[in-house]
C-alpha cells in the first residue's frame, strides 16, 4: 500500500488534474493507495510521523520540492519508511535530478516497478533537505517570487532574479569545511547541493550525484555589478563552475557565519535565524527512483 500525501496548493492550474491521473493509474495496476488531502506543513508532518512510527510504510509526496522536504522532515524512522516522489509542483527540482518524470502515469509506474535505492539528505541546524540549502541573491530571489502575481515555474524564477539585481547587496561570511581554515567571503550565492537545480532548473550544481555520500558546495564570489548579469547567463547555462569567481568543492560539511545574520532556504523553504551549519546523512532514506 501507498500513503499518498497531496499538497492542495502545489502545481495550480495546469496541474489541476494531476491526482485524477494518479488514482486511475493506481487503479488500472490494480495497486492501492490511499489519499491524504492536507492543508499546512503542520498536518503532514504529524500524520507522516505518525505513520512512519507504526510499522513498515510506503510514504509518496505528490507536489513540489516543498512538500517532498515536508515529508521527509516528518519521518521518525527510517529503517521502516520508504519515500516517492510525483512530481505536481511547479519546480519538481530533485524529482527531475533523480529521473522521475512529470508524466503522472510514469511516475507512478516507477512506484510500483522500480526499487527504493539509498539516497543522500542532507540537515541544516536539524532541518532536513534533498536538493539544496542556500543563502545569497537566492534568498532574496524567492522572496520577490512569492510575492510576484504573474508568470509561472522558471519565467517567473527569472523575471524574479532580474527584479531582485536592481537592489542586491553582496552577503559578507566566514566560511568553514572540513580540513581547511576559517575563510572570509563577500559573495552573490553560497550553496550546498543534493540535487543539480533550483527555481525549476536553474543549474547550480549540475554535476551533483545525490548518493555519493557528499554535498557539492557553491559559492559565487563578489564580482563587479555589471558583470553580475554575465554571471547569472553562466549560471542558466549551466557554466558556473568553472568561472574563475566560483568556489566548487564537495564536502562532506559547511558551516557560514553571516555577517549581518541572513536567511537561509533549504529546498526553496525559507528560514529565518538558522544558523547555516550543514552536513550531509548517507545510508538511512530509501527513494522509489530509476
Given at each position: 500500500?501507498?500513503?499518498?500525501?497531496?499538497?492542495?496548493?502545489s502545481g495550480r492550474g495546469r496541474r489541476k488534474n494531476f491526482r485524477k491521473r494518479?488514482?486511475?493509474?493506481?487503479?488500472?495496476?490494480?495497486?492501492?493507495?490511499?489519499?491524504?488531502?492536507?492543508?499546512?506543513?503542520?498536518?503532514?508532518?504529524?500524520?507522516?510521523?505518525?505513520?512512519?512510527?507504526?510499522?513498515?510504510?510506503?510514504?509518496?509526496?505528490?507536489?513540489?520540492?516543498?512538500?517532498?522536504?515536508?515529508?521527509?522532515?516528518?519521518i521518525a524512522d527510517f529503517s521502516k519508511a520508504t519515500l516517492g516522489i510525483l512530481?505536481?509542483?511547479?519546480?519538481?527540482?530533485?524529482?527531475?535530478?533523480?529521473?522521475?518524470?512529470?508524466?503522472?502515469?510514469?511516475?507512478?509506474?516507477?512506484?510500483?516497478?522500480?526499487?527504493?535505492?539509498?539516497?543522500?539528505?542532507?540537515?541544516?541546524?536539524?532541518?532536513?533537505?534533498?536538493?539544496?540549502?542556500?543563502?545569497?541573491?537566492?534568498?532574496?530571489?524567492l522572496e520577490t517570487y512569492s510575492r510576484m502575481k504573474v508568470f509561472h515555474g522558471?519565467?517567473?524564477?527569472?523575471?524574479?532574479?532580474?527584479?531582485?539585481?536592481?537592489?542586491?547587496?553582496?552577503?559578507?561570511?566566514?566560511?568553514?569545511?572540513?580540513?581547511?581554515?576559517?575563510?572570509?567571503?563577500?559573495?552573490?550565492?553560497?550553496?550546498?547541493?543534493?540535487?543539480?537545480?533550483?527555481?525549476?532548473?536553474?543549474?547550480?550544481?549540475?554535476?551533483?550525484?545525490?548518493?555519493?555520500?557528499?554535498?557539492?558546495?557553491?559559492?559565487?564570489?563578489?564580482?563587479?555589478?555589471?558583470?553580475?548579469?554575465?554571471?547569472?547567463?553562466?549560471?542558466?547555462?549551466?557554466?558556473?563552475?568553472?568561472?574563475?569567481?566560483?568556489?566548487?568543492?564537495?564536502?562532506?560539511?559547511?558551516?557560514?557565519?553571516?555577517?549581518?545574520?541572513?536567511?537561509?532556504?533549504?529546498?526553496?523553504?525559507?528560514?529565518?535565524?538558522?544558523?547555516?551549519?550543514?552536513?550531509?546523512?548517507?545510508?538511512?532514506?530509501?527513494?522509489?527512483?530509476?
Amino acid at each position: 500500500m501507498f500513503h499518498v500525501i497531496c499538497n492542495t496548493s502545489s502545481g495550480r492550474g495546469r496541474r489541476k488534474n494531476f491526482r485524477k491521473r494518479v488514482e486511475k493509474a493506481f487503479a488500472a495496476a490494480d495497486s492501492e493507495a490511499v489519499f491524504y488531502q492536507l492543508e499546512t506543513a503542520e498536518e503532514t508532518l504529524s500524520l507522516v510521523r505518525r505513520l512512519s512510527s507504526s510499522g513498515e510504510v510506503n510514504l509518496v509526496a505528490m507536489g513540489g520540492d516543498g512538500t517532498v522536504n515536508t515529508v521527509l522532515n516528518g519521518i521518525a524512522d527510517f529503517s521502516k519508511a520508504t519515500l516517492g516522489i510525483l512530481p505536481g509542483g511547479s519546480g519538481n527540482d530533485f524529482a527531475r535530478r533523480i529521473g522521475i518524470p512529470e508524466n503522472p502515469e510514469k511516475a507512478v509506474d516507477i512506484l510500483l516497478h522500480c526499487m527504493p535505492k539509498v539516497t543522500d539528505f542532507y540537515e541544516c541546524s536539524g532541518i532536513r533537505g534533498l536538493n539544496a540549502v542556500g543563502a545569497g541573491i537566492d534568498i532574496d530571489i524567492l522572496e520577490t517570487y512569492s510575492r510576484m502575481k504573474v508568470f509561472h515555474g522558471k519565467i517567473k524564477y527569472l523575471a524574479s532574479l532580474l527584479k531582485v539585481l536592481l537592489h542586491f547587496d553582496f552577503y559578507e561570511f566566514s566560511l568553514l569545511r572540513e580540513k581547511a581554515a576559517v575563510e572570509r567571503h563577500s559573495a552573490l550565492i553560497i550553496c550546498a547541493a543534493n540535487g543539480s537545480t533550483f527555481g525549476g532548473g536553474i543549474k547550480i550544481c549540475p554535476e551533483a550525484v545525490p548518493d555519493d555520500g557528499l554535498l557539492d558546495l557553491v559559492v559565487v564570489e563578489n564580482l563587479p555589478k555589471k558583470k553580475v548579469p554575465g554571471a547569472l547567463i553562466k549560471l542558466l547555462q549551466g557554466k558556473i563552475l568553472k568561472q574563475p569567481y566560483t568556489l566548487y568543492e564537495r564536502v562532506k560539511t559547511v558551516s557560514a557565519v553571516f555577517d549581518p545574520p541572513a536567511s537561509v532556504q533549504i529546498d526553496g523553504e525559507i528560514y529565518r535565524n538558522l544558523p547555516f551549519n550543514v552536513k550531509v546523512i548517507s545510508g538511512l532514506l530509501k527513494v522509489y527512483r530509476p
